[in-house]
T-cell receptor, first 112, second 111 residues
Framework: SQELEQSPQSLIVQEGKNLTINCTSS?????LYWYKQKYGEGLIFLMM?????EEKSHEKITAKLDEKKQQSSLHITASQPSHAGIYLC????????????FGQGTILTVHP | EAQVTQNPRYLITVTGKKLTVTCSQN?????MSWYRQDPGLGLRQIYY???????DKGDVPEGYKVSRKEKRNFPLILESPSPNQTSLYFC??????????FGSGTRLTVV
C-alpha cells in the first residue's frame, strides 16, 4: 500500500516567519491532497494537486507537486497564529480514487 | 449548507454491544469513506464506497461493517466492539477529482 512520510513531525515558528512542510510518497503520486486539522476536530480541505509541476495557492499557503521526486511541499508565507494546527497530506491510489492514504501529520505551532 | 453529518459526536459503550455510527452527506457525492484517527498511528481508512451498493476495504477493515443502500448515507457498524476500537472516527465524501469533505468526527470509547 502507499505510504506517505511527512516532515517535520512538528514545527514551532514565530509569527511572521515562513515555513515549509514536506510530504514524500513511497509510490507514484496520482493525486495529492493537503488538509488542515484543529486538534480533535474535522479536516479542512486546503488544496489538491494532480499534475507534476502543479502549484496552487490559497491566501498565504502554496503547495507544489514534484512528480519525479514523488513529493509535495506546503509553504506558508508570513505565518500567523491562525495557521496553527495539524497539516496532513493525503494521496489516492492509481487504481482507485476512493482509496486515500494519509501521512502522519505535521503539528504547527505559531507563537505571537 | 454543504456538509457531512455524523452522529453521535460522542459515544461510550461496553464491549460486545453492537453499535452504528451514522453518516450523511447532502452534496450528491458518489464517494464516501470512513477513517479512524489514533495518536501515533495517524488517519487510517476503514472502508470506502464508490457508489450505491459498491464498497471496498481500506487499510483497517477488521471488526467493522458498512453498507451503502442510498447515495447520501454510509453507516459504520461495529457488531461486537472491543476496547481497541476506541478511537476518533471520521466520515468523508467526495466527487471524483475533488478533495474529500470531512465530518466533525465521532469520539468512541469502548469499555
Amino acid at each position: 500500500s502507499q505510504e506517505l512520510e511527512q516532515s517535520p513531525q512538528s514545527l514551532i515558528v514565530q509569527e511572521g516567519k515562513n515555513l515549509t512542510i514536506n510530504c514524500t510518497s513511497s509510490k507514484t503520486l496520482y493525486g495529492l491532497y493537503w488538509y488542515k486539522q484543529k486538534y480533535g476536530e474535522g479536516l479542512i480541505f486546503l488544496m489538491m494537486l494532480q499534475k507534476g509541476g502543479e502549484e496552487k495557492s490559497h491566501e498565504k499557503i502554496t503547495a507544489k507537486l514534484d512528480e519525479k521526486k514523488q513529493q509535495s511541499s506546503l509553504h506558508i508565507t508570513a505565518s500567523q497564529p491562525s495557521h496553527a494546527g495539524i497539516y496532513l497530506c493525503g494521496a489516492s491510489a492509481s487504481t482507485s480514487y476512493g482509496k486515500l492514504t494519509f501521512g502522519q501529520g505535521t503539528i504547527l505551532t505559531v507563537h505571537p | 449548507e454543504a456538509q457531512v453529518t455524523q452522529n453521535p459526536r460522542y459515544l461510550i459503550t461496553v464491549t460486545g454491544k453492537k453499535l452504528t455510527v451514522t453518516c450523511s452527506q447532502n452534496m450528491n457525492h458518489e464517494y464516501m469513506s470512513w477513517y479512524r484517527q489514533d495518536p501515533g498511528l495517524g488517519l487510517r481508512q476503514i472502508y470506502y464506497s464508490m457508489n450505491v451498493e459498491v464498497t471496498d476495504k481500506g487499510d483497517v477493515p477488521e471488526g467493522y461493517k458498512v453498507s451503502r443502500k442510498e447515495k447520501r448515507n454510509f453507516p459504520l457498524i461495529l457488531e461486537s466492539p472491543s476496547p481497541n476500537q476506541t478511537s476518533l472516527y471520521f466520515c468523508a465524501s467526495s466527487s471524483q477529482g475533488y478533495g474529500y469533505t470531512f465530518g466533525s468526527g465521532t469520539r468512541l470509547t469502548v469499555v
